[in-house]
C-alpha cells in the first residue's frame, strides 16, 4: 500500500525538474557535472575491486568488481564517451566480460552512458529507477542541460538503453569469488536510490544518497524524514560499513551517517517549527540558516552548488508542508 502511494508520487515527480527556473530558491545552481577534462583514476581497493574517481569532482565516480567469472561495473556516467573510460579501466585490468552494470538512480549522470556497454552486459536498477530512465530520451536530455551548463554536445550520441533486470529492495550478485549486494533502503536523493555493497570489503557504492566527505544530502525528491529513515535502515543493516566511494564527490566513511541524519533532523525540526509559526517562504529562507557544524569545507570542489543546497532543502520541506 505504502508503495503504491510511493509510486504515484514518484511518477507526478518525473514529470517536473529542478531545472525548472521558478521552482528553485535564489542561488541555487544545479551541481557541474559537465564532463568535459575529467577523467577517471583507477583506484585499486583490493586486487579485484577498484574505485573510478572523477579527476573534475562534482563530475560523476564510478566503480567496478572482478569476480571468476566476470566484471561488474557500478554507473554507466553521463554519455558514451565517459562509458567508454569505464570500459578501458576495466580493460586494462582484466579481459573478462563485463556481464553486469548497475545504476544507482536514474538521473542522466548515471545512465546516459549505459548504451556505450556491449549489448550482453545486463543493466540492473531499482524498479523506480527503471520508471524514471522511461521518458523519451529527446525529453530527457532537455530536461537535464541544467547541470551541463546547457552544453548539448554532452548529450548528442547518447542513446536510450534500458535496465534488463530490476529489483526491489535486494539482489545478490555472485561473481564467483566474490559476491556484490544490491540495496534499497528507501527513497533519498531519488526514489530508487541504490546502494552497491561489497561485504568483503566492507565498502560500498552510494550513489547520490551520500555524496562525499564533506558534502550534505540533496533533498531533490523532498522528505527529510523518509530520508532519515532510509539512511537509518542503511546503518543498521550494514553494520560492518567502512569505506563509502559517493557517486560525486571525495570518498568518505561510515562517519557521514551522524552529519547527513544530524542535518536533516536540524531541518526538518526548524521547517516545522517555521510552518507552526506560520513563517513565509521568503521568512523561512531568511532565519533557517545553514548552522555552522555543517558548514562545507572550503576545499570541497562544486562551492557554488553547495551555497544554495541548503535554501534548495529548506524551501522543499518547506513547500511539502504547505501542501500537506
Ligand atoms: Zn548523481
Known sequence: MRHKLYLIIFMTFISLNYSHAQSLPPGFVPPALNPKGA????????????????????????????????????DAHINGMMAQQIIDAVRSVTNKPILYLV?????????????????????????????MMSPDMDERKSSNLGMIAGDRSVYKEVRKRMPDLTFNNYMEIDLGDITVELHHFGGGNTFGDTVVYVPSLKTAWTG???????????????????????????????????????????????????????????LERAVTDAHNNNLTLEQSLNNISLEERFTIPVNLSSTNFYKGLHPFNVQKIYLEKKTN
Open 208 to 266: 547520490n544518497l551520500i555524496l562525499g566527505e564533506g558534502s550534505l544530502p540533496f533533498l531533490l525528491i523532498g522528505n527529510a524524514k523518509q530520508y532519515i529513515e532510509t539512511l537509518n535502515s542503511f546503518q543498521k543493516s550494514l553494520v560492518d560499513l567502512e569505506m563509502i566511494i559517493p557517486g560525486h564527490g571525495l570518498k568518505t566513511t561510515s562517519d557521514i551517517f551522524d552529519r547527513y541524519i544530524d542535518y536533516l533532523e536540524t
Open 39 to 74: 577523467t577517471l583514476k583507477i583506484e585499486p581497493l583490493s586486487e579485484n575491486v577498484y574505485a573510478l574517481m572523477s579527476s573534475k569532482p562534482p563530475v560523476d565516480n564510478a566503480g567496478f568488481i572482478v569476480g571468476e567469472e566476470g566484471v561488474l561495473v557500478i
Open 103 to 131: 545504476n544507482t538512480n536514474g538521473h542522466a549522470d548515471h545512465t546516459f552512458g549505459n548504451y556505450a556497454f556491449p549489448k550482453e552486459t545486463k543493466i540492473i536498477t531499482q524498479k523506480f529507477t527503471k520508471i
